[in-house]
């Protein structure tokens, strides 16, 4: 038995898993432990958490990978600073006490942080440092079911890179090109959602959300940011940046080109100037995109594509890709940021450092994404006891029966199953369910429930068999990675009065059968379940189709705003205790809001921050 542990850190979205002879184990990110949001300190505790799930421990691990390179990190700096000079001199000496400090010696770091795990653990223990987009690169390319691939990877920035270009053969994988910092697709994207009044790093997916609100009218005043060639390859024009040098993404020269400054999150509302760079920058990033993959597909001729790193969580510009049918497949890793990276260098060690066989899972070898933490009947109950919890437990078949007919009344659930996600989304074990059918359950949820702005749009979890039937989709989206248009027989279509409203205006306008979640411009971020996968939800989902003719849930990750999914009972049992959630279910136990202790009652609104 050999056996590898993956390990991200020190940037954002820490996260550890574990191989066995190739296989995925387990994996997850240290925030869900900590409950800080991209915590980036060091996984102790997903450390902990894979090697316990593993059954092994960390003295008897063969090898540790680290998903990056320091020094490279290290390079970069002394390069731009630089470069630049003598601009950037305020982040240059804010940054490099930390970087002699910790950083410049972090494998000594690392090798005192791991020997809190084991005392037995040796400081000659064979570590690497894998390079940033390559564990990018291997974490989309060796769980996919592709024997080839060409794999696209896109991000802020790793040591150097920001966009590779890689291709992989059985259990080789070659990065063949790449665009360096600080011209950066990620980059370029976070500058916008700094703009736009958005957390950099964490708002990303808010100001994908609120694009369809806007008219991409900026698009010009946007390329003269960056040069674009017809291969997809770009250049940013630094003269509007100030992340290479300064302390925040844009400057005044970007402020007078698009005639205001930064939204301030604090005092000011958002607006249909916002709404429209929103929708310009969305329109650009989809673009660059589109050419990179049209580009690579014509130069490699390889028919499989496979996304990771930051940007291909957007799902809208994924979406772009699998509709132009530029690739027979697609193929995208559900933790396409930072913490896939700990999987990612944990495979290419794996394969094409140790050139162990490849064996191809037809589906994907990624288990559904769940890899996290799972809890036993046992312990959930006694968990929920002595936090003073009245619930009922109920048989399998009661259990389904009594979640469905209270989502198809419209009631707000809690869905604690199984093992916990890997990556950014809920994929129906950490997540809030609700009746998609009903044209309140958008607004509700987000006011509610997740305590977050009401333009935010939901995922509809489809059963797999029915989604062409609903989706203008006909391929598998099980990781919620690919948006697609509501089918027209299933979409109501706009009066002449509501197609004269602008942005936030056109929310409340019930546009499909399945209004919670359709988007304005009436795309939708599918889940497709499968029985193979989650045989609980897809048993749910197929109950909630008897009882109302409909194959399609709302699906949102069970969390308020700016806090980490739920990890154990007690997170679940606090966020349920702390929002108009109306039922809790978790294992087999059933909680009820009006059967609880008021005095357990939390408030949650002013709990986490906006992200």
């Known amino acids: 038995m050999k056996s590898i542990l993956g390990i991200s850190a020190y940037y954002h979205d820490s996260a550890a898993c574990i191989l066995i002879d190739g296989k995925i184990i387990a994996a997850a990110q240290e925030e869900r432990f900590t409950r800080k949001k991209h915590d980036s300190s060091y996984p102790f505790n997903a450390i902990n958490f894979v090697l316990k799930y593993a059954n092994i421990k960390l003295s008897d691990v063969d090898q540790i990978i680290f998903y990056e390179k320091p020094f490279l990190k290290f390079e970069r700096l002394l390069e731009t ?25 972090q494998k000594k770091l690392l090798f005192d942080k791991l020997k809190t795990h084991d005392n037995n653990f040796v400081s000659n223990k064979n570590i690497f440092f894998s390079d940033h987009h390559l564990s990018h690169a291997a974490s989309a390319f060796f769980p996919s079911p592709f024997e080839e691939a060409i794999i696209l990877t896109a991000d802020g920035v790793g040591e150097w890179a920001t966009t590779t270009v890689a291709v992989g053969k059985k259990n080789e994988l070659e990065i063949k090109k790449e665009i360096h910092f600080p011209h950066s697709l990620g980059l370029l994207y976070s500058a916008f959602t700094y703009y736009i009044g958005f957390k950099v790093n964490s708002g990303e997916y808010k100001l994908m959300g609120l694009a369809p609100y806007g008219k991409p009218i900026y698009e010009d005043k946007i390329k003269k940011l960056l040069d674009i060639k017809d291969d997809g390859s770009f250049r940013l024009n630094q003269d509007y940046f100030n992340y290479a040098t300064g302390l925040t993404m844009t400057n005044e020269k970007f402020n007078n080109l698009f005639g205001s400054k930064p939204r301030n999150p604090q005092n000011e509302k958002i607006t249909q100037f916002h709404m429209d760079i929103a929708a ?85 070898s990624m288990k559904g994404s769940y890899l996290g933490t799972e809890y036993s009947q046992n312990e959930i109950e006694k968990e929920l006891k002595s936090l003073g919890a009245k619930f009922m437990t109920l048989d399998y078949e009661d259990l389904i029966k009594k979640t469905s007919n209270n989502l198809s009344e419209g009631k707000a659930i809690g869905w604690f199953q199984g093992r916990m996600e890997f990556g950014p989304r809920a994929l129906g074990a950490r997540s809030i369910l609700g009746d998609p059918r009903s044209d309140k359950m958008q607004k ?48 109501i279509e706009m009066t002449d009065e509501e197609k004269k409203l602008f942005g936030i205006d056109k929310l409340n306008i019930k546009r499909s059968e399945i209004p919670a979640v359709t988007h304005v411009d009436y795309s939708a971020r599918i889940q497709t379940v499968s029985k193979k996968t989650n045989q609980r939800y897809y048993d749910l989902i197929s109950k909630f189709k008897e009882i109302t003719g409909c194959p399609v849930i709302v699906n949102t990750s069970f969390n308020v705003r700016g806090e980490p999914i739920v990890n154990t009972p007690t997170d679940a049992f606090n966020c349920f205790m702390g929002t108009e959630l109306d039922l809790l279910v978790i294992g087999n136990c059933v909680l009820e809001k009006n059967m609880q202790n008021p005095f357990l009652e939390k408030d949650y609104s002013k709990e986490f921050e906006l992200d």
Do not use: H
Not at 297 to 302: A, N, Q, S
Not at 339 to 360: H, K, P, V
Not at 471 to 490: G, H, R, W
């Open 280 to 364: 310009s920058i969305q329109k650009v990033t989809e673009e660059i995109m589109l050419k990179l993959a049209r580009a690579i597909r014509k130069e490699y001729k390889v028919k499989n594509l496979c996304l990771a790193g930051g940007v291909a969580l957007n799902c809208v510009a994924n979406g772009k890709i699998l509709k132009e049918k530029i690739f027979d497949n697609l193929w995208i890793q559900p933790a396409a940021g930072d913490a896939g990276g700990s999987l990612g260098a944990a495979l290419a060690l794996w394969y094409t450092d140790q050139e162990n066989e490849r064996i191809i899972d037809p589906e994907d």
């Open 81 to 105: 600073y630089v470069a630049f000079a003598p601009k950037g001199f305020v982040q240059f000496s804010k940054s490099i006490p930390i970087w002699l400090k910790e950083k410049l010696f």
């Open 444 to 491: 509700n949820l987000n006011l509610k429930v997740k305590y977050r702005e009401s333009f935010r749009p939901f995922a509809p979890s489809v059963l797999r068999e029915d989604s062409s039937e609903w989706f203008d989709i006909s391929t598998e989206s099980p990781y919620m990675l690919l948006v697609a248009q509501i089918n027209s027989n299933k979409k």
